[in-house]
Nanobody
Framework: QVQLVESGGGLVQAGGSLRLSCAAS????????MGWYRQAPGKQRELVAT???????NYADSVKGRFTISRDNAKKMVYLHMNSLKPEDTAVYYC??????????????WGQGTQVTVSS
């Protein structure tokens, strides 16, 4: 079964740091883009950062300069390093990836989410 599993969320004080990890498992030929999204209570899910298979990155304006996305293709993992965290970063963070699961066939997958809470 192909799946994405996140880890690394938790409670942190404002100004602190956290690292989120997401592991892809199952019968996967390769991984196209990977990314992180978040959803705060009462708000829509929003993009945080994405990274292509070649390493090109894209960030939401609200996290530029504070968050860094990276990936390890060999381990089929993507990471989100979060620094200078603010209370407004509090949300459930979701991993998203476009996975090649068969010849010329790719599908988008979501992880189950991990809670990040930043206290003021």
């Amino acid at each position: 079964q192909v799946q994405l599993v996140e880890s690394g969320g938790g409670l942190v004080q404002a100004g602190g740091s956290l690292r989120l990890s997401c592991a892809a498992s199952g019968r996967i030929f390769s991984i196209n883009f990977m990314g992180w999204y978040r959803q705060a209570p009462g708000k829509q899910r929003e993009l945080v950062a994405t990274i292509t298979s070649g390493g090109s990155t894209n960030y939401a304006d609200s996290v530029k300069g504070r968050f860094t996305i990276s990936r390890d293709n060999a381990k089929k993992m993507v990471y989100l390093h979060m620094n200078s965290l603010k209370p407004e970063d509090t949300a459930v963070y979701y991993c998203n990836a476009d996975l090649v699961i068969a010849m010329s066939t790719s599908r988008g997958y979501w992880g189950q989410g991990t809670q990040v809470t930043v206290s003021s």
